[in-house]
């Protein structure tokens, strides 16, 4: 098996719990079952070019890794949604080809990554290290430096801070900081990194930190409904996340392995005191101060604790250090400086109790196993997922989380009852091997490989007179990741004005000539009966004048996946003329007034939250997605319409009908629009008129007729200021074309332009 392995950092560069667990993970893959295994990480080396790649091997293990330092960073969503490294991650994927992908961490990385893989048919299983997902601190830890309930964004906006609140103009100058900061000596250099974090604490807008927050909250749902499954290593994390909204059948406690080779052998030194060792980082949030507190408390001369770890800051905020640093001069307390991981068990062996003091909501610390592999009792904090390795009197003791007096009557225990450390030791109980956490681990692998059978796709392509816009449109489409298994050109026209200019992809498509111009909805119903005779299970329309991105489809397809209800997916619609002016994000059409809107036409789509799919009215029929069940429930499209609101008419059916209409914000389609009958042309202002007023009564035909003339004369208000606003022939031909248009829809007269 082909096994892709994503992590934020990878030793031995990087030696967090997470970074170190995956390394233990991939080998024991590669060691065990012999899969080939691919590591991509982020490294941090300010001397090397952003963005640069380097591939290698680390202990035996082939590790490409990505530099990213932040030096480019333009905005808060660049900081957890990256799509150069996105970009580079498909480029590996592409040419790595895994079977499966293993996702531990993504911070300083890219959530896109998902996406990538997702649009590649590669499953994703994640192992949750931490409340990332959730909390962009990663630790549900504030800061105040207390516990967090979140997440919610009106709390999560103070712990985005800085970032969160900061303008464009900000991260440029932050840039600029760390660029001077390289340049001078270590205390200069950090001096001026205070001053410029303090002067942006200053200016930090708080109503665009809640908007960053929220959007970041919003963004992380989507990229976890992304995720094919997710292994959690505490009953505790799992149900965090349940809460956030996994489903619970897409999420299984699976505790953590370790590798017992590393604690083979070691020799235990004997005391006549008790001694005590914290092992990690030196950080507020695992509170070694804590224990340092509780010692202070024992008899002099009682107790020892041994402190095995490096200061860190925790998010930039270093004042902590001056905290800690003169209780860790403390009689009986002694600083020994961080130790390489295979020197764990020794540092373990000289031990007697290992205290893990922590105050935010841990996931499952890996320092209790390698505790209970060295023969260690643990004392421990009574929070997060921490109960869940201790059997308290049995294997350890457990305090209140942040409550030294407690610790310490803990510890007294320990010194004053006679054999209570035997029997702890005695109780210590069997550790999990990585090789069996890998062996459920790819029992996942497995269960995600069996994939029901490929659903079929195919693509309708409306052509009237534009054979070179068809052209396009047809390769864009064959460019598609997920290509459509069938390409059904419609040449809806009385003449085969098509099939020359589509030669050159004649091998990959299906061409159908109608012979004459059946309009929209005829012309694409041509196209979609014969879909379904080849038996599509879900059909893409496709105007002519429509460029779709290579991952737009893939985006449809998964869109209509994560939502059972929905039976149609559109794009968000964006103008060719202009790629940042939004042409439609989904439709909405009041009843009452018969008032129909495009979604956010005119705006800018950087203004646009993408990461959401809201159930619309409708979508534009220029790009839709329809699963064959709305067929086989509704019929085809109302060829009555022949141009314009047949597919809101469609979309509106289906509703009535219990299949919901989906927006999928992060697909894409750039349409021209008025390429067929012309935009300035009088014509279109006929068909609007009296396929808006057909449409106002087929939605609601029970309506009474006082209910319906004053919906149609409110509809025929609209459409006559329309036509005053809209440029194209003169203003008697277009008040003209709506006065047809109303005249024929009472007359009853349907169909092409009479």
């Given at each position: 098996m082909r096994v892709l392995v994503i992590v934020h950092g990878f030793p031995p560069r990087a030696t967090g719990g997470a970074?170190?667990?995956?390394?233990?993970?991939?080998?024991?893959?590669?060691?065990?079952?012999?899969?080939?295994?691919?590591?991509?990480?982020?490294?941090?080396?300010?001397?090397?070019?952003?963005?640069?790649?380097?591939?290698?091997?680390?202990?035996?293990?082939?590790?490409?890794?990505?530099?990213?330092?932040?030096?480019?960073?333009?905005?808060?969503?660049?900081?957890?949604?990256?799509?150069?490294?996105?970009?580079?991650?498909?480029?590996?994927?592409?040419?790595?080809?895994?079977?499966?992908?293993?996702?531990?961490?993504?911070?300083?990385?890219?959530?896109?990554?998902?996406?990538?893989?997702?649009?590649?048919?590669?499953?994703?299983?994640?192992?949750?290290?931490?409340?990332?997902?959730?909390?962009?601190?990663?630790?549900?830890?504030?800061?105040?430096?207390?516990?967090?309930?979140?997440?919610?964004?009106?709390?999560?906006?103070?712990?985005?801070?800085?970032?969160?609140?900061?303008?464009?103009?900000?991260?440029?100058g932050a840039i600029a900081v760390r660029e001077i900061a390289r340049r001078l000596p270590a205390e200069p250099a950090r001096r001026l990194r205070q001053a410029a974090t303090r002067l942006a604490g200053v200016t930090v807008r708080q109503a665009n930190a809640e908007r960053q927050a929220s959007s970041r909250l919003a963004h992380m749902r989507e990229v976890c409904r992304e995720v094919t499954h997710f292994l959690a290593p505490s009953r505790f994390l799992r149900d965090r996340f349940v809460e956030f909204g996994i489903e619970p059948e897409r999420i299984t406690h699976a505790p953590y392995g370790s590798d017992p080779d590393l604690f083979r052998g070691i020799r235990r030194t004997a005391s006549n005191r008790l001694r005590l060792g914290f092992l990690g980082s030196l950080m507020v949030s695992k509170a070694p101060d804590v224990l340092i507190e509780a010692v202070n408390r024992l008899p002099p001369g009682t107790a020892t604790a041994d402190f095995f770890g490096t200061h860190a800051a925790y998010h930039g905020d270093d004042s902590y250090r001056r905290k800690l640093e003169p209780l860790l001069n403390r009689s009986g307390v002694r600083a020994l400086g961080g130790i390489p991981h295979n020197q764990v068990g020794e540092a373990l062996a000289s031990i007697d109790v290992l205290v893990v003091p922590s105050i935010w909501p841990e996931n499952s610390p890996l320092v209790i196993q390698e505790a209970f592999l060295s023969g260690v009792p643990v004392i421990a904090s009574r929070i997060g997922g921490i109960p869940e390795a201790i059997d308290e009197n049995r294997n350890g003791l457990l305090f209140q989380a942040g409550d030294a007096e407690d610790l310490a009557r803990?510890?007294?225990?320990?010194?004053?009852?006679?054999?209570?450390?035997?029997?702890?030791?005695?109780?210590?109980?069997?550790?999990?091997?990585?090789?069996?956490?890998?062996?459920?681990?790819?029992?996942?692998?497995?269960?995600?490989?069996?994939?029901?059978?490929?659903r079929r796709l195919a693509a309708v392509v409306l052509n009237y007179r534009t054979p070179d816009d068809t052209l396009l449109a047809v390769r864009s489409i064959l460019a598609s990741r997920r290509p459509p298994d069938d390409v059904i050109v419609v040449d809806n026209d009385t003449v085969e004005n098509a099939r020359e200019a589509l030669d050159s992809v004649r091998q990959r498509i299906r061409y159908l000539h109608t012979a004459a111009n059946l309009g929209f909805p005829g012309g694409v119903n041509a196209g979609i009966r014969e879909a379904l005779a080849q038996g599509a299970d879900r059909v893409l329309l496709v105007n002519s004048d429509v460029i779709v991105p290579p991952d737009c489809l893939a985006r449809l397809d998964a869109c209509l996946d994560a939502a059972p209800a929905a039976g149609i997916a559109g794009p968000l619609v964006l103008a060719r003329a202009d790629p940042r002016e939004i042409a439609s994000f989904g439709i909405s059409y009041g009843a009452f007034g018969g008032r129909v809107r495009n979604r956010r036409v005119g705006d800018r789509v950087a203004t646009l939250d993408r990461t959401a799919s809201p159930t619309v009215d409708a979508v534009s029929g220029c790009l839709m997605l329809v699963d064959r069940r709305v067929f086989d429930t509704i019929g085809l499209f109302d060829e009555d319409y022949f141009f314009s609101f047949e597919d809101l008419d469609f979309c509106l059916r289906a509703r009535r009908a219990g299949f919901a209409t989906v927006l999928a914000g992060l697909a894409t389609a750039y349409h021209e629009g008025g390429r067929s009958i012309g935009a300035a042309s009088p014509r279109r202002l006929y068909f609007a008129a009296r396929g808006h007023l057909l449409l106002a009564r087929r939605t609601d035909p029970s309506a009474s007729r006082l209910v319906h003339l004053r919906r149609a004369a409110s509809i025929v208000m609209l459409n006559v200021a329309h036509a005053v606003r809209t440029p194209g022939g003169s203003l008697p031909a277009r008040l003209g074309a709506v006065a047809r248009g109303t005249r024929d829809y009472f007359a009853g007269r349907f169909g092409a332009d009479a």
């Open positions: 970074e170190l667990y995956a390394h233990s993970h991939a080998h024991a893959l590669q060691r065990y079952y012999g899969d080939e295994v691919l590591v991509f990480t982020r490294d941090e080396d300010a001397s090397r070019p952003e963005y640069d790649v380097r591939t290698e091997s680390r202990g035996g293990l082939r590790v490409a890794s990505v530099n990213n330092t932040f030096r480019q960073t333009r905005s808060f969503e660049e900081t957890y949604r990256n799509e150069a490294i996105t970009d580079i991650a498909s480029r590996i994927i592409d040419d790595f080809k895994p079977d499966v992908a293993h996702i531990h961490h993504l911070t300083c990385l890219s959530t896109t990554i998902v996406r990538a893989l997702a649009e590649r048919g590669i499953p994703r299983v994640v192992t949750l290290h931490d409340y990332w997902f959730l909390c962009h601190r990663g630790q549900l830890f504030d800061t105040s430096f207390r516990a967090c309930d979140g997440p919610e964004p009106s709390r999560c906006h103070a712990c985005v801070g800085a970032a969160g609140g900061a303008t464009g103009a900000a991260f440029l803990n510890l007294t225990r320990l010194i004053d009852e006679p054999g209570l450390l035997s029997t702890l030791r005695d109780g210590i109980p069997r550790v999990r091997t990585i090789e069996e956490d890998v062996a459920l681990a790819r029992t996942f692998y497995a269960k995600t490989l069996e994939t029901p059978p490929r």
